[in-house]
Nanobody, 118 residues
Framework: QVQLVESGGGLVQPGGSLKLSCAAS????????MGWYRQAPGKQRELVAG???????SYADSVKGRFTISKDNTKNTVWLQMNSLEPEDTAVYYC????????????WGQGTQVTVSA
């Protein structure tokens, strides 16, 4: 069973940066796609950024130019570099990973809280 463990969340001031990490365990195979979702209170969970095995990336319009997703295929690890953070980025961020062609994939992490506040 694949397990995803996130780290790197926390409290940051507006304009600051954070880097989230997600490491997958429980498989010897390369996980084709990994990404990040977020869910703010009272809102639906949304795809923030995703990356596939051919390094194709996709981003939510609200984070384009501020967030960067990257992946180490050999370690089944994905990162999300978040710059110029805004209070609207406050949410629980979830790692999502698996095979297939559409988001979300099969496996979810437990989530990490990101709070952007002065």
């Amino acid at each position: 069973q694949v397990q995803l463990v996130e780290s790197g969340g926390g409290l940051v001031q507006p304009g600051g940066s954070l880097k989230l990490s997600c490491a997958a365990s429980g498989t010897i195979f390369r996980i084709p796609a990994m990404g990040w979702y977020r869910q703010a209170p009272g809102k639906q969970r949304e795809l923030v950024a995703g990356i596939t095995s051919d390094s194709s990336t996709s981003y939510a319009d609200s984070v384009k130019g501020r967030f960067t997703i990257s992946k180490d295929n050999t370690k089944n690890t994905v990162w999300l570099q978040m710059n110029s953070l805004e209070p609207e980025d406050t949410a629980v961020y979830y790692c999502n990973a698996g095979s297939g062609s559409t988001w979300p994939r099969r496996y979810w992490g437990q989530g990490t809280q990101v709070t952007v506040s002065a």
